[in-house]
């Protein structure tokens, strides 16, 4: 009636389960430590604080720095320095206008090279090689596979950005 693998089987199935039985896995949990005794602590006084120090005049700011610094210009057409850029507010779909020519760059936030994978779709040289962005600032860059600079930007404020291409073509982004 019982074949041989059938034979092996159960008796393999047994001593499995015996095995199983004498773990010490199943014994009771150890007991608990002993509970600490508590450590002695200093008396509180119940005295009121003394008042705060209070300025000459209660509502008097201190007096500007004078200012005795030069401090550097900007060169003549510089771009001025905007509100800093985070990386969400330039992530998206972004129209683009190079050198007349249109095409769009994709910009999701997902990290690759100099900072952020970029995906131009139909453009021309040199976007085509756009493989990443980065935003410093107020200023927006764009690299190519090879960390080299395509372009920089600048915010303009309203959304979208301009400047020029590192072979010194206007360049615009927009939404």
Do not use: H
């Not at 550097?72 to 969400?88: D, I, K, R, T």
Request: glycine share 10%; with cysteine; net charge positive.
């Amino acid at each position: 009636m019982f074949s041989t693998k059938s034979g092996i089987f159960v008796v393999s199935l047994l001593s499995l389960a015996l095995a199983g039985c004498g773990s010490s896995r199943f014994s009771p949990a150890p007991a608990a430590p002993p509970p600490l005794t508590p450590a002695p602590s200093g008396t509180v006084s119940n005295t009121p604080l003394p008042p705060p120090s209070s300025p000459t005049a209660p509502n008097a700011f201190p007096e500007a720095p004078s200012q005795t610094t030069d401090v550097a210009a900007l060169e003549p057409g510089a771009p001025a320095a905007g509100p800093a850029l985070m990386p969400s507010s330039v992530a998206g779909v972004w129209n683009v206008n190079v050198a007349g020519q249109n095409c769009r760059v994709a910009t999701p936030q997902t990290k690759f090279g100099q900072g952020y994978r970029a995906g131009p779709l139909r453009c021309p040289a040199p976007l085509d090689g756009v493989k990443s962005w980065n935003v410093q600032g107020s200023q927006l860059t764009l690299y190519n596979e090879n960390g080299d600079v395509v372009a920089r930007l600048s915010s303009t404020g309203s959304g979208s950005f301009s400047g020029q291409t590192s072979m010194g073509q206007p360049i615009s982004l927009s939404r």
